[in-house]
Structures are given as C-alpha cells and as structure tokens.
C-alpha cells in the first residue's frame, strides 16, 4: 500500500473506462490520401507524447511520404471550398459535431455551413480512444483549433507566393484570403484547386484567445438538427441495404448460465433462416424481423446456471468481497484527529446498480466484404469496439473498420462491442450483412450496469466549524470524485476493488454521483450537529476560488438564507469539484405530509468549466444531465434475483418523465481566463446530495441509500419535524 | 388473419406486403424504409414510434398494421410540406429542443397531434399530454418551450 502526496495522488476515476490502447498503425500514403479525399490543402496535427492526453494514437515511424503517424486530428480544405475535418470522436447527442465546428470555423475562418466532420470512422479517422471522460472540449476542440490555424496559415503563404506579398499583410476573412494593401482577395477553394499539399503541425500552434472569439463563445444550433426534426438522419438500426438480414440472439435464462443443448431443427428448417451456435452464443439470422423472432422462438435450448449473489445481500457482499485497495490517499494523523475532534460522525451510504438506458438501445449493422469486416454500430469508443473485433475474429487490424453513425445517445453505456461482435458472427454465418438491434428487454438486461456500491464516511469537527478529519471509504462504486475538495488536516480516502456479482462499467460522471452523495450528504450532516448553516459551513471549510463562486452562485440564485426551509419545503445544497468542472446545485422540495410524497420543485446549478463553447449547447447539457441525475437520485435501481433482471422494461424501471422535471435553472460562471473544460458529466454530481439535504431540512429525515425514493415517497414521515 | 397489402401513408397509397397482426412500426420501417419512426421500448411506454392515425397519435409499435389499414397514417417524413418544415419541427430546431434526437420524432408527432386538439396548452398541459414520450437525454423543459412556440406561432398565423 502507498501513501502519497495530495498533489501527486491520482485515483483511477477511470478504472472502468480505460482500457490499454492498442497499438495504432497509421498507415495512409499522401498520394493514397489526396485520392481518398481529393485534391486540396491538408493539415494533420501531430501529438507529441504527453501533451494530448488520451487522444492520440501510437505508432510506427513514417517514410518521409507518409503523413505522421501520431495524429490526433486532419482537416482538408477540398476544391469546392469545403472543409473536411476528421476526428475520432463522436457524436451521440453532446452536440460536439456543432461544438467542434465552431472551434474550426474560428481559426479557419469560415462559415459553419461549410464545414462537415467527418466522426468515429476507424479507416477514415485518427485513432482516439474513444468519447468518455469529457475530455473532447479540453482535449479535442484545441486540436482541431490548432489544425485549423495551421490550414489558414499555409492558406495565406499559398497567396502570399501567388501575389508575391508579405504573408504578414494579408488576412483571412470568411472563407477568402485578402490583401488591404491592394485590395485583392482570392477564395480559398481557388487557392486549394489542383493542389496535394499536406502539412503536419505540432500542437502548439498559437490559438485565438477567448476573449478574441467571434465564433465560438456564442450559441450556434445545431448544425444538422434539420435531419433529426425530420426523421432523415439514419442511426444504426436504420441503416438499410437490399442484402441485409436481421439478426436476433437466443439469451441466456440467468446470467453467466451455460448452454448445455440446443434443439435447432424447427428453427433451421424455416426458410431462410441461419442458426449460428458458437460456443455459448446462439443466434439467428433471417429476412425479416418477425422471422427472426420466429426462429429464436423456435429454438429448444438447455442451461445450466451458475450460483448468484441474492440482490439483498448485494451490500454485505461488497464490503466482505472488497479486494485490498490499491491506492490511498493519507494525510496528517487519522487516529489524532478524530480522538480531539469536538464533534464526531459516522454514516454509512449505498448506492444500487442503474441502467443507462439510452434511447437508441445497441444495435450494429455488419457485412463481410472480400475477407475484410465493417461494422456500423453505436458506439462511444469505434477504435475500441474495432480491437474487439479483432480479437473476436482473429483478424488483422486492417480487415476491420468500424463506423459510427451519430447514435442515440451512450451516457456510459456504449463502450463495448457486444451487438457489434454478434452481428458480425451472425453475417459470417449467413454469407451476408446483417443487422441486429437489441430489445429493450436486453439493453436492461445484458448491457452493463453503474457499479453498485457503499460509502464508509467518518469526520470530525472543531466546535467553531472547523473540519479537522475525514475518513472515506468506497467500497466498488469507483474512485471517481473520490477526492475531498475541502481543507481537511487529516485525512484518509479508500477505494477498494470488488470483483461486482453484475455486469457494470462506466457511467455518466462515473462514481462521481456517488462520491459527492455521500460526501455532501455527510457535510450537509455535519452542518447540522454544528448548527451551522449547510452553505457557510462549506464556505468555512473551502479555499478553492472556483468552487466557492459556484456554491454562492447557485445559493443567490434560489435565494439561499431568505427562503426558510420549514416542515413542508426544504432547500438543500451540493456540489464539488471534477473532470475540470466546477458545479453547485440548489434543490428546493415541497413534501405532503399526507402520503409522504415529495416533490423537487426547483433545481438550480451553477456551472464553471472555464470558457464557455456554445452557451446555448451548454445549458442544455446541463439541464438534461439535472434531470437524468433526477432518476438515479429518487427512483431508479435495478432490480435482480437469480440472476435475471427484474425490472427489464420502461414500464418496471421508471426513469424521468416530463412531469418529474421541475424548472430547472442554471447559472454560467463563464470563466475566459480558464481553458475550457467538458461538461457532459460534472453538472449531474450535485443533484442528489442537494435534494437529499432538502429533504433533510424539510422533515430531518437523512436518506443516505440512492435511490433515495425508489417507493416515490418518503419511508415514514416524523410528524415532529 | 389476413395480409395486408396497401397503406395509406402521408398521402399517398403504399404497397406493403404483412401479416395483419405485425406491428405498424415494423412495416414502416422495414418495407417502406420510413425510418424517422423509431423503436425504443415495443411496449407503449417511450413514444418514439409515435405516428398519426387519422389525426391521433398512436403507437405503432402496439398497433398492428391490420388497425391503420384504409386509415389516413402521418409518419414525421410526411410533415414538412413544399420544402417548408412544418411549425412544430420549425420550433424544436428554435428551441434546440433534442440532444441525441433519437426521441425527437415521437415528440414532434406527439406535439402535432396535441395542439390540433388544443391549439394553446398550458405548460402542464403539454406535459401531461406527452407524459408517456421519454426522452432519456433530459431535454424535457426545452421541449415544453418548442411546444409552446409552436403554439404561439399557431395562433398568429391564425
Ligand atoms: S417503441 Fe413504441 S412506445 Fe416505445
Ligand atoms: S434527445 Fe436523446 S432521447 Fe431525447
């Protein structure tokens, strides 16, 4: 076990995100590439090792007529004018396709409409490690930035030498390069015809500041939103070809049950219908949908099943199961400051699984084409789910390409490969492409689960408020956020591994939500044995500038100290620090003490990720992560028993509706001074912990389980609050 | 039951070839390639495969194509008129009411078919009215404001 410094101390808030990369041979010759995209002007973005963070690929040295192999972005301005920029994120409703364009248009100095991104093609694309963690506005949109600096350079030498003028004088406006002095001016289409010439940038080109930004900084709709209003843009499961099978799987009747015989004859005897059995993977392949409900149906298969963890005794298991933690974060004496502390408290706090639940549940489209295998899937991580590929099949990396085509949303979810990997089997079989789209019964059964968990907390306080020792204990939740923003002398904070009796991986803000539960929970408790005020008890307790501006944002927003929570309404606050993001959030709940029912009458969130993007992006963004936050705070929990999920439909898993969301405000803390950070994520950690202490202050019932409502109403309401 | 073999769908008259009792929302989507019409749940309780049945909204997934035979059927590929977006899918791009938009055509037909029935809904109308669409990106409050909008420009335009 290690104990090291609080600034080198590093968690793993990634543990269930990362996986090691492969290893990426970038092997596209300039001349193989201008014939790829067409003749034009190119820039690639070379990453050197360290600065890009996760982005770039690794790989192999290049000839002097390749491009460079560590590529993290490419743009080409073709001879129409268009520009095309090439990046492996992708897009599934955090609207990074407009983000990302903006930040181009900026420094290449374009309008938007001409621009097209082309997203999350492992053949088309540089290798990214996939679109997680909100790293693509810190990480991504400075790359593209740059690449799109370096074009419009070499854009102005390209008119520079053709007017034999000082590259220095001449400007780039709106698609044009210019020249005041004489007052010519030439398109940059005209400059890029007939030209195959490419240029690779290291990634420290200077950048328009944000306070100079003319494109970015301001809202900007959607820049296909014109293909969702009218039902044109094709997600996976509506990608279509004559040829196309449709695939289903026969699932197992528990998980991690074996298959012990398979009667096939009815189902193959269907006409057109493949029954693939490959191990314990059972399918089928047939020409339509109902046909291949038919088949599956027609199957007789036998299970084994394996012993499972009852769901009742999932928290105990946790606990006793917990491998030795890896990591520790330790300062000042524990054992000291706990024994001189004036007040103590210990709570303990769980957390169950949740699903992610996206609209668009998995679904991958695959055809085998003279030995090489495409798949179209939705997918957060294309590279990824291509690796899986071919470790599945046993290919070389260049017999597999993945597309993504922009998907119904991921949150966490779509990271693996699965309907990918099953399609693909199942097209090898049938000698033709097939598409497999997963039920709803089996995206919340067989996708993966946010790990369940359970916090162990124990402080100490002076009586003047002064936090003095905190221990932190999260037992298979994860490490994300883990870390206490405030000053605490003593201190110790655990995360400890447990092999999970479900399938889980990462989530929207990962183990963040579960963190700042217990955290802000325990604080807001903590506030209450001091009798202090929730928010000045914070305050006393918090050096950091940033954090503090959003806690007081988001409290002056609601009005935080005029309106008095009172024994049918209750204010609560939360928030915290992470992934960049600073986030405060103030909940307000009105409860009716007839039926124990309560309600979040009003959200308010004060976000800061330093420069702000797309302000109008932003906030939507922030509002929808509120409400998804809504459902795993009151209601959301998946139910299992033998190894089965019980809860496996939208109408026995209740997630937010229309009449759960209350208005929900928020507040920018735009910070141009500050890089600008992602904000898929952060924005949903303060939710629960503030309306669990507003349901405190309400009735001084402390709910430390999430969900805190899974019933819809309080457990029993104290009539003496 | 018997097959079914012409549909009439955004006025026009479509030659399908189902069993009666296959679902609406499977014909839509795997014979006639009108694929704006989504799948999320097949159990009524997501809306994304909303469709207008002689003006009403319904599901199709729950809807065999049997039922919406010799019935005027409105998918979201047939709103737009001439070019024009119609009001609604006007005002969700207004209000930049989707995130991923995977929901987004259940919500538009849903919208349509309420305020042709009740051209100025409340705010708690509209919710209560597309309370069994989901939207699992959260953007129901800009949703509301898209309905809305459309509404306002409804009753101007008279
Ligand atoms: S797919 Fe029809 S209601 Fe969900
Ligand atoms: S925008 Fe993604 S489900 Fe509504």
């Known amino acids: 076990m290690t104990s090291k410094p609080y600034d080198e101390f590093v968690f793993e808030p990634e543990r269930y995100e990362l996986r090691s990369p ?45 491009l460079p192999k560590e590529i993290g972005a490419w743009l080409h301005v073709g001879e129409s004018g268009e520009v095309t920029v090439f990046t492996g ?14 930040a181009v248009a900026e420094e290449l100095r374009v309008p938007v409409a001409s ?4 997203m999350g093609d492992t053949d088309l694309t540089p290798f990214d490690m996939g679109t997680f963690g909100s790293r693509t506005t810190p990480t991504m949109s400075p790359q593209l930035r740059r690449v799109a600096a370096a074009a419009r350079d070499l854009l102005v030498e390209l008119a520079a030498k053709r007017w034999n003028a000082k590259p220095g004088k001449l400007k780039a406006e709106d698609g044009k390069i210019s020249d005041p002095a004489s007052g010519r001016s030439i398109e940059y ?5 007939g030209q195959a010439l490419a240029k690779a940038v290291i990634d420290d080109e200077p950048l328009t500041p944000p306070t100079e930004w003319k494109v970015t900084g301001k809202s900007l709709s959607k820049v296909n939103g014109a293909d969702f209003v009218t039902g044109k843009h094709r997600y996976t499961p509506d990608l279509k070809g004559p040829e196309i099978l449709h695939g289903k799987v026969l699932r197992p ?4 049950a074996a298959l012990t015989s398979l009667g096939a004859r009815a189902a193959e005897a269907m006409p057109g219908v493949t029954v693939v059995r490959d191990g314990n993977f059972v399918g089928v392949a047939a020409k339509s949908e109902p046909e291949a409900t038919r088949a599956v149906a027609a199957l007789k298969a036998e299970w084994k099943p394996v012993p499972q963890i009852p769901r009742r005794e999932l928290f105990d298991y946790l606990k006793k199961n917990a491998r030795p933690s890896e990591d520790r974060q330790e300062t000042g004496s524990l054992a000291s400051a706990l024994s001189s502390a004036d007040h103590r408290l210990e709570a303990t706090y769980t957390v169950e699984y949740i699903a992610h639940a996206p609209l668009e549940p998995r679904a991958a489209v695959a055809e085998w084409r003279d030995g090489k295998l495409t798949v179209w899937t939705g997918t957060q991580r294309p590279f990824g789910v291509r690796d899986e590929l071919v470790e599945a099949f046993r290919l070389p990396l260049d017999r597999v390409r993945v597309i993504m085509p922009d998907t119904g949303a991921g949150f966490g979810g779509k990271h693996t490969g699965d309907a990918a990997i099953e399609a693909a089997r199942l097209a090898k079989a049938a000698g033709r492409p097939v598409k497999l789209v997963w039920t709803r019964e089996e995206e919340f059964t067989w996708a993966y689960f946010r790990p369940a968990g359970v916090i162990e907390v124990r402080s100490g306080a002076h009586a003047d408020g002064t936090l003095t020792a905190w221990e932190f204990h999260n037992y298979n939740s994860g490490g994300a956020g883990i870390r206490t923003p405030y000053e605490v002398g003593s201190q110790r904070i655990e995360f400890h591994p447990v092999d999970s009796p479900l399938r889980q991986g990462s989530y929207r803000a990962l183990a963040a939500t579960a963190n700042h539960f217990a955290r802000e929970s325990h604080m807001d408790d903590v506030a209450h044995q001091l009798k202090m005020d929730p928010l000045e008890f914070r305050l006393k307790n918090l050096k950091d500038d940033r ?7 988001a409290a002056k927003q609601i009005g935080w100290g005029g ?9 609560g606050i939360g928030g915290g620090f992470e992934k960049g993001g600073y986030v405060a959030t103030c909940a307000e709940v009105t409860l009716d003490r007839a039926t124990g029912s309560v309600r979040v009458v009003r959200v308010v969130t004060a976000f800061d ?6 302000p109008d992006g932003l906030k939507n963004q922030i509002a929808g992560a509120n409400v998804m936050g809504l459902g795993g705070a009151l209601f959301e929990a998946i139910d299992f028993e033998n190894g089965r999920v019980l809860n496996n439909l939208f109408s026995l898993y209740r997630v937010p509706r229309f009449s759960d969301v209350p208005p929900i405000e928020v507040v920018l803390v735009d910070r141009k001074d500050q890089p600008s950070a992602g904000a898929g994520e952060t924005p949903l950690v303060g939710l629960a912990p503030a309306i669990g202490n507003a349901i405190f202050a309400a009735t001084s019932i402390r709910l430390r389980s999430l969900p805190m409502l899974p019933e819809g109403k309080l457990p029993k309401v104290n009539p003496g609050a | 039951m018997a097959k079914v073999t012409e549909l009439r769908i955004n006025g026009k008259r479509l030659a399908v070839e189902a069993e009666g009792e296959t679902s609406l929302l499977t014909v839509l989507r795997d014979q006639l390639d009108l694929t704006g019409t989504k799948y999320g749940c097949g159990e009524g309780q997501c809306g994304a495969c909303t469709v207008l049945i002689n003006g009403n909204p319904r599901r199709s997934c729950l809807t065999p194509v049997s039922a919406a035979e010799k019935k005027e059927i409105t998918t979201i590929e047939g709103l737009a008129t001439g070019g024009y977006l119609h009001r609604v899918q006007q005002a969700f791009l207004d209000e930049e009411a989707l995130q991923c938009g995977y929901c987004t055509s259940g919500m538009i037909m849903t919208a349509v078919a309420l305020l042709r029935t009740h051209p100025q809904p409340s705010d708690e109308e509209i919710a209560r009215f597309m309370e069994g669409n989901l939207c699992r990106c959260g953007t129901y409050p800009r949703i509301v404001a898209a309905v809305r909008r459309a509404a306002e420009r409804q009753r101007k335009s008279g």
């Open chain 1, 115 to 118: 621009i097209r991104l082309v």
């Open chain 1, 547 to 553: 954090l503090r501006a959003v806690f007081q944002a």
């Open chain 1, 22 to 66: 492969p290893a990426y041979y970038f092997d596209l010759d300039r001349r193989e590439f201008f014939r790829v995209v067409g003749a034009g002007v190119a820039v690639a973005l070379v990453c050197r090792s360290g600065l890009a963070g996760q982005e770039p690929g690794r790989g192999r040295r290049g000839s002097q007529e390749s």
């Open chain 1, 253 to 256: 009747p528990s998980f991690g």
């Open chain 1, 89 to 102: 994120k992708v897009e599934m409703g955090q609207n990074i396709r407009t983000s990302l364009a903006q």
């Open chain 1, 189 to 193: 289409k005209e400059l890029a015809t």
């Open chain 1, 609 to 614: 990720c330093g420069a702000v993007v797309n």
């Open chain 1, 563 to 571: 309106a008095k929570s009172s024994s049918g309404r209750g204010f």
